[in-house]
């Protein structure tokens, strides 16, 4: 049998794997990977009738010096919440769209980007990417709603409390359609505030 000479293709294909064992080349490669899924991938908003109610709660979380810090969630905020981990190869390669996003809507909602790492690894890793969105340690047990054994997960929860998206795995969360999301639950938000001044200004209150 004469042997068969080796492809390009075939060559490619065994460079690949080499990288791929590797631990160095390996998350490179898999960061890249979930950065292309994430472009192709696209924002699903709970229907209506499917988004899940939750009562009104406040997250204690520590921030990465220590200090404490509290979130209200369904008391009249729209929030950000994204599960996430600094060796997570989708968590990598969404959080540049998340930093981004929250450059511009920063002031507008909060933002909680929960990580069970340790405080100087999350922040080495902020400052060598040099992101903004800061993020924070939990103190408590999500409830039950919003706990996933999968990172990233990520929700869009509005100012009532109800979960408006709930994504899994990487995506550009700087998209026109995640901005027209989150422009449309502020806007309901800055609404149902005056409405209810207004409510209360004619009971004389």
């Known amino acids: 049998m004469k042997n068969r000479k080796l492809r390009l ?53 520590d921030g990465l010096d220590g200090e404490n810090l509290n979130v209200d969630i369904g008391r009249g905020e729209v929030v950000f919440i994204s599960y996430w981990a600094t060796w997570c190869p989708p968590c990598i390669a969404e959080f540049p769209s998340i930093d981004a996003l929250y450059k511009d809507y ?20 902020l400052k060598k990417k040099n992101f903004a969105v800061p993020a924070v340690i939990p103190k408590m047990e999500p409830p039950k709603d919003l706990y996933e054994k ?43 505030k005056k409405q209810k001044t207004l409510s209360l200004n004619k009971k004389g209150l």
Request: glycine share 4%.
């Open 9 to 61: 293709s075939d060559i490619i294909f065994i460079v690949f794997i080499i990288l791929f064992i590797v631990p160095q080349t390996r998350r490179p490669i898999l960061v890249m990977a979930n950065k292309v899924r994430a472009k192709f991938s696209s924002l699903t908003v709970v229907a209506k009738g499917e988004q899940e109610q939750l009562g009104p709660f406040t997250y204690t979380l």
């Open 106 to 125: 920063g002031d507008k909602i909060n933002f909680v980007m929960i990580s069970n790492e340790d405080p100087e690894k999350i922040r080495k890793f």
């Open 150 to 192: 999968t990172i990233p997960t990520n929700y869009i929860i509005d100012h009532t409390g109800k979960i408006i998206v709930k994504e899994k795995g990487a995506l550009d969360w700087n998209s026109q359609k995640v901005r027209k999301v989150l422009d449309d639950l502020i806007a309901k938000k800055e609404s149902d």
